[in-house]
């Protein structure tokens, strides 16, 4: 379902690599308030402090409610030999545009206890795997 967000407008055909014909500089698959989900993959994730803790793999999107429920960061790994995925609660990032990445509050050490599984696992088809997840980052499910 389409959603109505206050001066959003169509500045090109979806698709299209026009330059964006207002001169506001906004990306094709971008506005002001939202972005597609291909911008978003590969993005930076820090911690506090800064450091690079790793890229946004992909996003887990609950099909009722249609908001995003988890960010999966890749973590670690060489080449995407070894690699784990970490999926975190989207309610416990932030965007930084001095970082241009999300930040969350956790270290390395905490993450590395914290959920994860492979490049050869899909956990969520668990249906505890996300209640697991949130009561790890002690937050409230989106759904």
Do not use: C
Not at 22 to 33: F, K
Not at 118 to 141: I, L, M, N, S
């Amino acid at each position: 379902m389409p959603t109505k967000l206050p001066d959003e407008r169509q500045v090109r055909e979806p698709g299209s690599m026009e330059l964006d014909p207002t001169g506001e500089g906004i990306a094709v698959e971008e506005t002001r308030r939202l972005i597609a989900s291909s911008k978003v993959e590969g993005t930076p994730v820090y911690n506090r402090t800064g450091e690079e803790l790793g890229t946004v793999y992909n996003f887990m999107v609950d099909k009722v409610s249609g908001q995003v429920a988890y960010v999966v960061m890749s973590f670690g790994g060489f080449l995407g030999i070894g690699e784990s995925y970490h999926p975190l609660p989207w309610r416990s990032l932030t965007y930084d545009t001095r970082l241009g990445g999300y930040v969350v509050d956790i270290d390395k050490d905490r993450l590395a206890e914290a959920p994860r599984y492979g490049a050869d696992e899909d956990p969520f088809t668990d249906d505890e795997y996300g209640a697991r997840v949130d009561a790890y980052y002690r937050t409230t499910p989106t759904a």
